[in-house]
């Protein structure tokens, strides 16, 4: 393989990486989002099992916000609805200013990403929604033990007393949400339980030019998977999902973070009585779009109580953290088409991080490792390449001795490639191969919210943003135009002195890439490097020993 397929290798790996996320990657679909003070609240999700009153838009008001402060989030609640308005995650910092936190939900600066609760009964219209408006007995709250409740009651109706109740526990993301419903009426009331995450279309903050990935609804069954809509389908009326469930989740997923309704957590049995009491969807509701569960629960008689409690997931994808939750909720770290080769690749990162207690140095270990476990494949295609190189000088000989008779060169190549027993493809092919892997590896490097705030050495105290000082992207472009030097010449000066700029030219996109990635191929180009001189090397001494004998 000569210097242009090496640039070709190159140059489509990365393009089949920017081509997916500019034509195929769901974007946020464009729209004109409203300041929170008076964007439309569309009604809540319609109960199968019975038909609730239609409710007239509202503007999403505002009432007294309770704030709860535990020792990962600050929150802050609604009493009208109850709604979940604001979280910010402690641990995490802001991706435009690192003194503040990360701000996962919120209804401020023209913003709009809510998760909201209700109930619906056509017995009984007057059960509480997100617009009833709540009473608390306390306006702030801050977890002192392993625990804290927040207790929110809403007016009784027709007798039917709610009271919603958050837990929030130490250390935790997991959030409670159990609505307790005492029927003081004189009918039985059938009520539907719904869980809603509403938000606009925006891109989440901190989102790069180069790092695009999947912003919008999913939901995940154990029958049908894991499967999202973007924004743009939604705005379409398109999207296929699984509407019914006995399990799952419902969630809104962006780069790092997620929030999803938990309808069956690892440690407990589903809400879910049958396959025909919880259903899941997603729609756009008035430029504002929503990911939506609703669960039937039994009949309560007149003087009985029930209880219902269905958790929200509200944090980072941190996969030791989502495997305890909810099964299936570890498929938020999106990795697409190629997940097969990211999904282990990601283990085995984990793996590494364990042995070390350094991200940075887990991604050279990884490094290493990939680079062993392809030493045959690339073994093989720097060998085809040194004996290109080789041939070199031959090659300009014959173009000199045919001139401008194109087939009767290329006749002469080939009977030089066949006698010297050279394969012109054995270069390509090994390298075509682990596209895939390469490709993996971006995105498991890309969607790890591990590397978000994680240290490696001296200035790289982010793994997941661009090298301040730009150190490691100037080593990857003078790595790449290292590497022109231990490959074949082409024939043509332009076309040599095109395959020396172009690496260049083309490496100047890791300079916004996240430290992570660009670290990952700096230290597999100087491997590559080595490897391959030394092959080269290895040749040379060899084809000496042959003359001298």
């Keep these: 393989m000569d210097s242009k397929r090496l640039i070709i290798f190159i140059v489509l790996s990365m393009g089949i990486l920017l081509l997916w996320q500019e034509y195929f990657a769901p974007k946020p679909a464009p729209q004109q989002v409203a300041q929170t003070q008076t964007a439309s609240q569309p009604d809540a999700p319609a109960s199968r099992t019975a038909s609730a009153q239609p409710v007239d838009a509202a503007k999403l008001t505002a009432g007294q916000r309770i704030r709860v402060s535990t020792d990962v989030i600050k929150a802050e609640i609604d009493t009208v609805g109850g709604d979940l308005r604001q979280l910010d995650l402690l641990k995490h910092d802001s991706a435009t200013d690192a003194k503040k936190p990360f701000e996962l939900l919120t209804d401020k600066n023209g913003r709009v990403y809510v998760a909201q609760t209700g109930l619906v009964a056509a017995s009984n219209p007057a059960l509480p929604t997100h617009k009833t408006v709540y009473s608390a007995e306390q306006s702030s709250y801050t977890l002192s033990g392993d625990s804290l409740q927040v207790k929110l009651t809403a007016p009784v109706a027709n007798g039917v007393q709610v009271v919603k109740t958050y837990t929030f526990k130490k250390g935790s993301y997991d959030i409670g949400v159990r609505f307790d419903i005492h029927n003081g009426g004189s009918t039985p009331l059938a009520p539907t339980a719904y869980y809603r995450l509403l938000r606009d279309g925006q891109a989440p903050e901190g989102e790069g030019r180069f790092a695009h990935t999947f912003t919008g609804p999913a939901v995940y069954t154990a029958e049908n998977k894991f499967q999202k809509v973007s ?82 997931y509200a944090g980072p994808e941190d996969y030791s953290v989502l495997t305890k939750v909810a099964d299936g909720l570890e498929y938020s770290k999106d990795y697409g088409w190629v997940h097969i080769f990211a999904s282990p690749l990601f283990w085995l990162l984990t793996k590494l991080h364990g042995l070390v207690q350094n991200w940075g140095w887990a991604i050279v270990l990884l490094t290493l490792t990939v680079k062993a476990i392809f030493y045959p494949l690339t073994a093989a295609s720097y060998r085809s390449m040194a004996k290109m190189k ?60 591990e590397l978000r705030q994680a240290p490696w050495i001296l200035w790289y105290t982010d793994l997941a943003r661009p090298d301040p000082f730009y150190v490691l992207p100037v080593i990857m472009a003078a790595t790449m135009f290292l590497q022109t030097f231990l490959n074949p010449p082409p024939t043509d000066p332009m076309q040599a002195k095109m395959m020396k700029i172009m690496p260049v030219a083309f490496s100047a996109m890791f300079f916004f890439f996240p430290a992570g990635l660009v670290l990952y191929y700096a230290v597999n180009n100087i491997l590559s490097i080595a490897q391959q001189w030394y092959i080269n090397k290895s040749i040379e001494n060899s084809k000496k020993v042959a003359l001298q004998s």
């Excluded at 049958?274 to 008689?301: M, R």
């Excluded at 012109?424 to 993996?440: D, E, H, K, T």
């Design 390 to 449: 080789a041939l070199a000088p031959r090659l300009e000989r014959m173009k000199e001795q045919y001139g401008d008779d194109r087939m009767k060169f290329q006749q002469a190549v080939m009977e030089m490639y066949k006698s010297e027993k050279v394969n012109p493809l054995g270069g390509c092919l090994p390298m075509l191969i682990q596209i895939p892997v390469f490709i993996g590896l971006y995105w498991a490097l890309l969607a790890s919210v």
């Design 231 to 312: 924004f743009e389908d939604l705005a379409k009326g398109k999207g296929d999902y699984a509407k019914n469930a006995t399990d799952g989740w419902v969630g809104m997923l962006q780069h790092y973070f997620m929030t999803a309704w938990i309808l069956k957590p690892v440690d407990a049995a589903s809400v879910c009585k049958d396959e025909k009491s919880c259903h899941f969807e997603l729609k756009d509701s008035n430029g504002l779009y929503s990911a939506a569960a609703t669960v039937d629960l039994k009949t309560i008689n007149p003087g009985q109580t029930a209880a219902i409690t269905v958790p929200l």
